[in-house]
């Protein structure tokens, strides 16, 4: 590309900044401009259900670039501003304050919005989702109005955040109940044993913990503020503030409207490439066509990193596809879960170390090959395990469930 060449990112999250300062590391000379709707300079999401709501971290923490660093990058960084749409014969978007911004190369990383659930009493001021900073903020002061009242809190949903909320709300000590309507916590993303385990953790820390739950209703007062949840078992749960943790929806609305091929996100191979050779999209916003032809979403810190490196590399004409094993993490009640690959579809899993007392992980097979490993408080465990995945290597079920056994041998130098 030549430098009057002008790229646009959509998006100032974790896919949209890395994209950017990955097109400047990969030579390109042209304009950047970096666009995203929310008011805040690009922050990190992961600490807005942990640390920050804890109050462990101090808002500034949360900053993941300082607009004057990318302006030294050469990054426009345009915050407050929406793209209204994609005028791709004219290469020209539409933004909200009215004006045209031409594109000679575009960059999608609109991620995703939280589900709302349609229930009765669903939109009550005091029923949040968490997403973003404005979010967690508004979550952050209904969990103090409810510890000063002691009002316990209603998460609806025992997925990650839903649970990470939970958590944290327990540590500012808010009685927390959660209502899962699965019959076992983070089902989407763990095997039994593992749902088990954290099932016993909130317990254990006074988490109220309701499986096979059927929300049927929040009820509100005459002032519109929710204060029970019911089910349709007739059982009803008293609240000062609910928190709903239902997943969310990737963000393809600009893409779809612009006739990109989209199912339940915008459809990407591994070099981040869309169905328009000059637009490319990564992070939570993109659905991956994997080899076999299915759809792989992916909602993580390292998809939105990797798949951004890809997407960029791709605009300038590099190949760095995004074929890493996933990863992901979960802090609750001072552990740390970590997973890398993908558990669902395992037939075997091993598990080494102790459940009960200590750190431990599992490792899961199918048709006796290694396809993931979930490791609690184990970073060492997981990192060889993401390099065991992306290498290809795999030990015998066998090999693992003998304690002596080395899994890194497999990886020495011959
Ligand atoms: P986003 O960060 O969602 O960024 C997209 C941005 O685009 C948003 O600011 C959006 O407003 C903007 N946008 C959308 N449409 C437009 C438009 N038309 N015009 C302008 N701007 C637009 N992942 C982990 O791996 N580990 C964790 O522990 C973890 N914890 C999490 C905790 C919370 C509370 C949340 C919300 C997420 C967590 N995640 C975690 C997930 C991780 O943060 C996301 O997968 C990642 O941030 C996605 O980045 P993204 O850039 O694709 O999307």
């Not at 590309?1 to 790229?7: F, K, R």
């Not at 009493?121 to 009242?149: F, M």
């Not at 949903?157 to 958590?167: K, R």
Request: charged share 20%; glycine share 10%.
């Amino acid at each position: 590309m030549t430098s009057a060449a002008h790229i646009v990112v959509v998006g100032t999250g974790q896919a949209g900044i890395t994209a950017a300062e990955a097109l400047r590391a990969g030579g390109f000379e042209g304009e950047i401009t970096l666009i995203g709707d929310e008011p805040h300079a690009p922050y990190h999401r992961p600490p807005l259900s942990k640390a920050w709501l804890a109050g462990e971290v101090q808002a500034a923490q949360l900053t993941m670039r300082l607009p004057e660093v990318l302006a030294k990058k050469g990054i426009a960084l345009r915050t407050g501003v929406r793209v209204e749409s994609i005028d791709r014969a004219a290469q020209s978007l539409r933004l909200s304050d009215g004006q045209a911004l031409r594109y000679t190369g575009l960059v999608l990383a609109t991620g995703a919005v939280a589900r709302r659930l349609p229930l009765p009493g669903a939109q009550a001021p005091n029923v949040l989702a968490l997403r973003t900073r404005d979010d967690a903020e508004a979550i952050a002061a209904r969990l103090a109005a409810c510890r000063e009242a002691g009002r316990p809190l209603v998460v609806i949903g025992g997925g990650f955040i839903g649970l990470e909320v939970a958590a944290t709300a327990r540590k500012l000590g808010v009685a927390v109940t959660v209502l899962e309507a699965a019959p076992r916590l983070l089902m989407r993303a763990l095997v039994p044993a593992l749902s088990d385990w954290f099932a016993a953790l909130h317990r254990a820390h006074g988490v109220e913990l309701v499986l096979d739950a059927a929300v049927e209703s929040i009820e509100c007062d005459a002032a519109g503020l929710a204060q029970a949840v019911s089910l349709r078992d007739g059982r009803r749960f008293a609240c000062g503030a609910v928190v709903l943790g239902v997943g969310v929806q990737a963000d393809d609305v600009l893409a779809c409207a612009a006739g990109l091929a989209c199912d339940r996100g915008v459809i990407v191979d591994e070099h981040g490439r869309t169905s328009d050779p000059l637009i490319v999209a990564a992070g939570d916003c993109t659905a991956r066509r994997l080899a076999d032809g299915s759809l792989l979403r992916l909602e993580s810190v390292q998809a939105a990193t990797e798949g951004a490196k890809a997407a960029a590399a791709s605009l300038l004409g590099q190949a760095r596809p995004f074929t890493a094993a996933p990863w992901f993490w979960s802090d609750q009640f001072g552990h740390k879960l970590q997973m890398a690959g993908l558990s669902s579809g395992a037939d075997t899993s091993v598990t080494r170390g102790d459940p009960a007392a200590g750190p431990f992980s599992l490792w899961h097979f199918r048709d006796g090959v290694l396809v993931a490993v979930d490791t609690i408080d184990s970073s060492k465990d997981h990192l060889l395990a993401r390099k065991l995945l992306d290498a290809r290597v795999s030990p015998t079920p066998g090999q693992l469930a003998d304690p002596a056994f080395e899994a890194a041998s497999l990886l020495a130098p011959h």
